[in-house]
């Protein structure tokens, strides 16, 4: 199998994790009162750029930048790709709605805000990821290395958590008895 597929393989979670997230941006313009229209525009504009950049997570996990459970490195990543991609979208939308690029005044203060917004979009990528991804990558790590690789990191990461969990419990249960 070649070096493409197998990396593509490993970046289709979060690619579908960025996909949906972006989508759900057209639901929330149709709730808002805008027209399907913009709605598609909208919810087109952005889950290219997250799902492009969920696809790039997977990518650097694959590749052992980031780990599973480390949660700084994936909110550093996604500091700087979620402003990125609601730019991407506000650009588009108002291009294909109004004909023009009708950006905020204060684009600093639109993109800081954005910032503050990835964390929580962050938070709920890598949950989604950590829980949907070992899934994939087991249907998939006997004919990839990558994924098979990742699978592993991703079980020795919950054995450590389990582990941790029950010396917490022991830890307690002689608490309670020693009183």
């Known amino acids: 199998m070649d070096r493409a597929r197998l990396q593509a393989e490993v970046a289709l979670p979060g690619l579908i994790i960025g996909l949906l997230a972006g989508a759900m941006a057209g639901g929330l313009t149709l709730v808002a009162g805008h027209s399907a229209t913009w709605a598609l525009v909208s919810a087109l504009s952005l889950a290219v750029p997250l799902g492009l950049l969920g696809a790039g997570y997977g990518m650097l996990l694959g590749r052992n930048l980031f780990q599973p459970g480390v949660f700084a490195p994936a909110g550093v990543y996604w500091l700087v790709g979620f402003p990125l991609g609601r730019l991407i979208q506000e650009t588009v939308t108002s291009q294909v709605v109004f004909g023009r690029v009708a950006l905020s005044d204060d684009l600093p203060a ?21 829980r949907l991804a070992p899934q994939w990558f087991m249907r998939v790590a006997d004919g990839n290395p990558v994924a098979n690789e990742l699978l592993g990191r991703y079980v020795a990461h919950a054995e450590a958590l389990w582990r941790a969990r029950e010396q917490r419990r022991a830890f307690r249960r002689r608490e309670k008895g020693a009183r």
Do not use: K
Not at 113 to 128: E, T
């Open 110 to 130: 639109f993109l800081a805000f954005q910032a503050v917004v990835s964390l929580g979009f962050a938070i709920g990528f890598v949950w989604l990821h950590e």
